[in-house]
């Protein structure tokens, strides 16, 4: 079975890289608080280290605060998103479709190492895996990058990290638990 490619412009396969992440993200606002209320205590003792330290400041965190969190991220994401389909400026784009794409792994190894469902899981597996995979392919059979350049451009997606750390920060002063 082949894909027919000409279905979806890239342009548009680009711009849904919002809705994808967004689809995510909405699974992990509507489940998290629920979800950190009635397992913290267990992972908690299951979480080593830094990453437990983590989870710890995490363990009262309300769905609205982690939606300031993903709105903060959103907002970042269209003009990174824009600057791809209109500049062919990539180098942001591939970088943080990158970590969404290393994001789902993390879900799976979670899920994986607790034994149990943890937010984020099934949609980073049934919309997010499926679409990285193949806005890479697209990508590259369109040549529009190389694989050297999304090896390349891959570490430029790690500044999501302060920026997702940010969003918290301001999801817990703008709404206080």
């Known amino acids: 079975m082949t894909i027919d490619?000409?279905?979806?412009?890239?342009?548009?396969l680009i711009?849904?890289?919002?809705?994808?992440?967004m689809i995510h993200d909405f699974e992990e606002i509507i489940v998290v608080e629920s979800w950190m209320k009635k397992n913290y205590q267990r992972i908690h003792k299951l979480v080593p280290g830094p990453i437990g330290?983590?989870?710890?400041?995490?363990?009262?965190?309300?769905?609205?605060?982690?939606?300031?969190?993903?709105?903060?991220e959103f907002i970042f994401f269209i003009p990174v998103t824009y600057l791809a389909v209109e500049h062919h400026n990539y180098i942001l784009f591939v970088g943080v479709n990158a970590v969404l794409l290393i994001h789902?792994?993390?879900?799976?190894?979670?899920?994986?190492?607790?034994?149990?469902?943890t937010p984020g899981?099934?949609?980073?597996?049934?919309?997010?895996?499926?679409?990285?995979l193949y806005l890479f392919y697209r990508m590259?059979?369109?040549?529009?990058?190389?694989?050297?350049?999304?090896l390349?451009?891959?570490p430029s997606g790690l500044i999501l990290?302060?920026?997702?750390?940010?969003?918290?920060?301001v999801g817990k002063i703008v709404i206080r638990g």
């Open 5 to 12: 490619d000409s279905i979806i412009t890239m342009s548009s």
């Open 15 to 21: 711009w849904l890289f919002l809705a994808a992440f």
């Open 53 to 72: 330290r983590i989870m710890s400041g995490m363990s009262d965190i309300k769905s609205s605060q982690f939606a300031v969190a993903v709105f903060i």
């Open 104 to 117: 789902v792994f993390t879900h799976l190894g979670q899920s994986i190492y607790l034994k149990s469902y």
């Open 121 to 132: 899981v099934i949609t980073g597996l049934i919309v997010v895996l499926p679409y990285s």
């Open 140 to 150: 590259l059979n369109e040549e529009l990058v190389s694989m050297k350049e999304i």
């Open 152 to 154: 390349l451009y891959s």
């Open 161 to 169: 990290i302060p920026l997702v750390m940010l969003g918290h920060k």
